[in-house]
């Protein structure tokens, strides 16, 4: 007699429309963070001029993000496991974003590395914990299809950020 693992009750079983909703949440998560990213590069001149910096050293901007990312997304997984894939989800979502927006009031070029941390912390929780999120709510023959919704805002992001970026420092403000 073989012994079979009961199967976990998946959220996209007694709820359709979450076969959906959960992807395009994680993947709007995905698509912001894609266009943070990528915005950034193009606004550097006028970042540059108005914090009275050079464009190479608005590179740290750069570097600290990707620094943090780097530092944060190995313990995203023990975070989610102890307190909550969903949860921290959210939290992350919040905290990129209010990483952003301190970004934009950084009036100096050390608030605005030390925003970019923030930021980057946001993100490092985001995408991995986003994709277990995305594990844990759908069974393995629906994950495809589920991975496909959340695939197409993730990818648009990076290719519309540049051009975002561009109008948005011509017509606006980098802010």
Do not use: H
Not at 7 to 24: G, K
Not at 69 to 85: E, Y
Not at 93 to 108: E, P, R
């Amino acid at each position: 007699m073989a012994i079979s693992e009961p199967s976990a009750p998946f959220p996209t079983a007694s709820e359709p429309r979450l076969r959906i909703l959960i992807p395009l949440i994680v993947g709007c998560a995905f698509f912001m963070e894609g266009l943070d990213s990528t915005m950034i590069a193009v606004a550097i001149p006028a970042m540059g001029k108005s914090l009275g910096e050079t464009p190479l050293r608005l590179s740290l901007v750069i570097t600290a993000y990707l620094l943090s990312l780097a530092v944060f997304i190995p313990v995203s997984g023990w975070i989610a496991d102890r307190f909550g894939a969903r949860r921290v989800f959210c939290a992350a979502v919040l905290i990129f974003a209010g990483g952003s927006a301190l970004c934009g009031m950084a009036d100096n070029l050390p608030v605005l590395i030390a925003m970019r941390v923030v930021q980057g912390f946001g993100g490092a929780m985001m995408t991995p914990v986003g994709r277990l999120v995305l594990l844990r709510s759908f069974p393995r023959a629906a994950l495809v299809s589920a991975m496909n919704w959340m695939t197409i805002p993730s990818m648009i992001g990076p290719m519309v950020g540049p051009v975002i970026g561009g109008v948005l420092t011509d017509y606006a403000s980098w802010r």
